[in-house]
């Protein structure tokens, strides 16, 4: 099925059960795929061009040192510039192929088939492609966006249960972004994901990168829930997963949207928010861990004057509200610290409740 997306969107976006071959690039095209992903991908009919290349895949793993390779093994083939990149993975490998599909040629066409539901929610539409640097995550990269994506649900029952939870904050996250508290509500509930939730979020991010794909202004609202989650996620050392650290950070942010006054968000919403995170409770770092990474945070301005440890610095925050579409602000770092104790108070409450 091909979902309807903005007249002249980059991407053509299709939503399957199964993959299906005639949904490859009509001319020449190479695959680029997670090697955990062959065996389904053979199985289930679909082709392995010549050249194709099956890498392994980890966070660790994210970096300029690992797409060299490949960019040399398409220079060897020779990849043509009018030939196309498939790239069949997570969001590891479609942000690394994707930037080596931008930097190849000085670009050629790719196309994503998205493995894992955080890839499928996320990470494979919007053009965004990458690659770690020591000093943070994604650092490098390029907006270069996919001809066509490809999402089919069969990828998903290989998927471990808890990168599937992983990419249901992703979900969660749309629906805050929008205000849509029973659809937020109904996805915190335990059963198995839908979806007709990735399809949502397909069309609710497809239009906001539409509008804004540089990032200049909506977009950012697609960042709920980063500023504390990257800081809790590298704080923890990548022991939490990306969207394990959005969905600890959407919990702060909705304790951080009362403590700038705006209305509170009911108790239960956040207990079910809670519930659902408590497993993860013994990864949310302390406080003096988390306050230095959100001074460096990509979206950290720094004011003229200020000293980097003084509240001279502003952080681009989103805060949710009940029912109602989520509001971009600047805040001082500073302001996290209450709503992470709470955070870490209501995990506790839950996980002793469990
Ligand atoms: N470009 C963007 O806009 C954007 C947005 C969000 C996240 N990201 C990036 O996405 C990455 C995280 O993506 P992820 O959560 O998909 O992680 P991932 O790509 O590492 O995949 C998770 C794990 O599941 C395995 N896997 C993937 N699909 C599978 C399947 N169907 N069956 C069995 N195993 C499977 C992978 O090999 C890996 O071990 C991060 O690097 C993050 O920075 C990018």
Known sequence: MRLATPTGFATEVFLQETPDPSLLPEGPWTLVGDVRLRETWT????????????????????????????????????????????????GVLSDMAGLASAL???????????????????????????????AGKNLVGAFHAPRRLVACTAFLESLPTRHLENGRWELVKTALIQGEMAWAAEMLQDGPVKFAWVERTLAYKAGVVHRDPREAGERRLLNL??????????????????????????????????????????????????????PLAPLVAPWPACLPLLLRDKKAKHVPGAAEDEPGTEIHCILPRFGEPAIQRTLAPQVWESPHARLIDLLAQEASRA
């Open 104 to 134: 190849y040629l000085r670009g050629v066409a790719w196309q994503v088939w998205p493995t894992s539901l955080l890839a499928m929610a996320d990470a494979a539409l919007g053009g965004k492609t990458g690659v770690d640097l020591a």
């Open 225 to 278: 829930g980063h500023t504390l989650g990257h800081a809790l996620e590298a704080a923890s050392g990548y022991g939490l997963l990306h969207g394990e650290a959005v969905g600890l950070g959407l919990l702060g942010t909705c304790l951080l949207a009362e403590e700038v006054g705006l209305k509170a968000f009911p108790p239960a919403f956040l207990e079910a928010l809670a519930r659902r995170l408590a």
């Open 43 to 90: 199985s289930a009919g679909m082709p392995e061009p010549a050249h194709t290349l099956w890498v392994s895949v980890s966070e660790e793993e994210k970096k300029l040192r690992t797409i060299l390779p490949w960019l040399e093994h398409w220079a060897r083939v020779p990849l043509h510039r009018e030939a196309t990149v498939v790239a069949l993975g997570g």
